[in-house]
């Protein structure tokens, strides 16, 4: 994971024609405390004296996350937090479902476990695959009729040829066109 920071400036100093502010690190395990001491250090160091009010003017964040000039800063640590925790794939999630707009929902997805990476297109279609038959089964454990084959999703009927192979390339690219362009690719 490349570096997080951001660059805090002095809004006085800003104002009066000053350039005043500091690049802050956001180290794995920053904490939102942490955060504050630095800007309390910038505003203290300002050129004007008793400065109070800042901005983020500049910010290193991967995928092209972008942040505004006011964030939350509990947000900010936090976010910091998670990029060191889930790396490239949170990046990629935040920025297929809004931005840091929608933080605290990937959060929580990424937390719950509700969000998956899988290795690879083969391995998305299998377990989907494998959710579907789940669900066939269920269905038919529970003393329902036995399942037609126009029950079956459309996605494993247009995939099975008469040899009974199931064709996991075509199911992923069946599942990607009908998600609308949701599903991540993010394979390594």
């Avoid at 377990?127 to 454990?141: C, K, N, P, Q």
């Avoid at 009729?145 to 009974?164: C, F, H, R, T």
């Amino acid at each position: 994971m490349e570096d997080i920071r951001i660059y805090v400036a002095c809004l006085a100093s800003y104002v009066g024609g000053h350039l005043h502010g500091e690049w802050i690190d956001l180290n794995p395990g920053v904490e939102v405390d942490e955060i504050h001491e630095a800007i309390a250090e910038i505003l203290k160091s300002s050129p004007i004296h008793n400065a109070e009010e800042w901005a983020v003017h500049d910010y290193e964040l991967p995928s092209g996350l972008r942040l505004s000039e006011y964030p939350d800063l509990e947000m900010v640590a936090l976010l910091a937090n998670a990029l060191y925790t889930y790396d490239e794939p949170f990046a990629a999630a935040l920025n297929d479902c809004g931005g840091v707009d929608n933080f605290y929902y990937i959060l929580d997805t990424f937390e719950n476990g509700s969000w998956r990476v899988f290795g690879s297109k083969h391995e998305l279609a299998e377990d989907i695959l494998e959710m579907a038959w789940d669900s066939v089964g269920a269905f038919t454990r529970y003393g329902s009729s036995p399942i037609e084959w126009s029950d079956l999703p459309g996605v494993i009927q247009n995939n099975i040829d008469m040899d009974a192979v199931y064709d996991y390339e075509a199911s992923y690219r069946d599942l990607y066109e009908m998600s609308d362009g949701s599903i991540l690719e993010l394979y390594g």
